[in-house]
C-alpha cells in the first residue's frame, strides 16, 4: 500500500518556468510534510517542509501548497533554473508520541530537468 | 565535514556474501536512521537507533538483516548471505531528536550483488 502518492514521474521544464509537483496521502495521522532534493549519486537533503497548521509556506522560489481537506500538498519551484534539475521526494510523517517524525513514508519521486 | 559519513560509497557482494554499510551521524546528533532505496523508488525506512539501543526496526526484513550503534564508533548495518534483491541504495540518515522533523541524509552506500 503506498500511502503517498506523487506525480508527475518525470517532468521537464523551461529556463524561467514553474515547476509544480504534487503529491497526495492517505493517513490523516500524517502532520509534516517535507520535500527532499536528491542530484545523482547524492542523498536526499531536505529542501522544504510544512505542518498541516498552514496552507502555504514559501522559502526563496520554492513553496508549498497544503490542501488539509483533499489530503494532498505541492511544491512549486518558481524561475527554474537548469541547477534545480534533480530528483525531489515528497514524503510524510507523524509525530506524537511514541512514533516520532523519523520514520518518513516517500513519494516515489519526479525527475524534474530543466532545459536552457 | 560535519555532515553524515557513509561509507563505503559502493560495494560489490556475490550471492550469499556479507555487506556491511557503516554510517557516522553529523555532529550533535545521537539518533541514527537507516533508509533502503530500491531503483525508481522513494526511500523506505528500515530502523531507528540511538546509541547503544534500537528504538524501532518495524522496517527492517526480518532475516538477514542487522543493525548496531555501538557506543563508540559508528552504526553498522549488517546484511547476510545477500541476495540480488539487495541490491539497493542504502542511506543513513541523523537528528538531533526524534520528533523534530528533520533528518540529515548521508551520501549513501550503493550495494551491488551479483
Known amino acids: 500500500q503506498q500511502q503517498v502518492k506523487q506525480s508527475p514521474q518525470s517532468l521537464i521544464v523551461q529556463k524561467g518556468g514553474i515547476s509544480i509537483i504534487n503529491c497526495a496521502y492517505e493517513n490523516t495521522a500524517f502532520d509534516y510534510f517535507p520535500w527532499y532534493q536528491q542530484f545523482p549519486g547524492k542523498g536526499p537533503a531536505l529542501l522544504i517542509a510544512i505542518r498541516p497548521d498552514v496552507s502555504e509556506k514559501k522559502e526563496g522560489r520554492f513553496t508549498i501548497s497544503f490542501n488539509k481537506s483533499a489530503k494532498q500538498f505541492s511544491l512549486h519551484i518558481m524561475d527554474s533554473q537548469p541547477g534545480d534539475s534533480a530528483t525531489y521526494f515528497c514524503a510524510a510523517s507523524r509525530s506524537y508520541s511514541g512514533a516520532g517524525s523519523y520514520q518518513l513514508t516517500f513519494g516515489k519521486g519526479t525527475k524534474l530537468s530543466v532545459i536552457p | 565535514n560535519a555532515g553524515v559519513m557513509q561509507n563505503p560509497r559502493h560495494l560489490v557482494r556475490r550471492r550469499g556474501q556479507e555487506a556491511r554499510l557503516r554510517c557516522s551521524p553529523m555532529?550533535?546528533?545521537?539518533?541514527v536512521y537507516w533508509y533502503r532505496q530500491l531503483p525508481e523508488e522513494g526511500l523506505k525506512f528500515m530502523v531507528y537507533?540511538?546509541?547503544?539501543?534500537?528504538?524501532?526496526e518495524s522496517g527492517m526484513p526480518k532475516e538477514r538483516f542487522s543493525a548496531e550503534f555501538p557506543k563508540e564508533g559508528p552504526s553498522i548495518l549488517r546484511i547476510q548471505q545477500v541476495v540480488r534483491g539487495d541490491s539497493a541504495a542504502y542511506f543513513c540518515?541523523?537528528?538531533?531528536?526524534?520528533?523534530?522533523?528533520?533528518?540529515?541524509f548521508g551520501e549513501g552506500s550503493r550495494l551491488t550483488v551479483l
Open positions: 540518515a541523523s537528528s538531533q531528536g526524534p520528533n523534530t522533523g528533520e533528518l540529515f
Open positions: 537507533l540511538q546509541k547503544e539501543n534500537i528504538i524501532d
Open positions: 555532529k550533535g546528533h545521537s539518533h
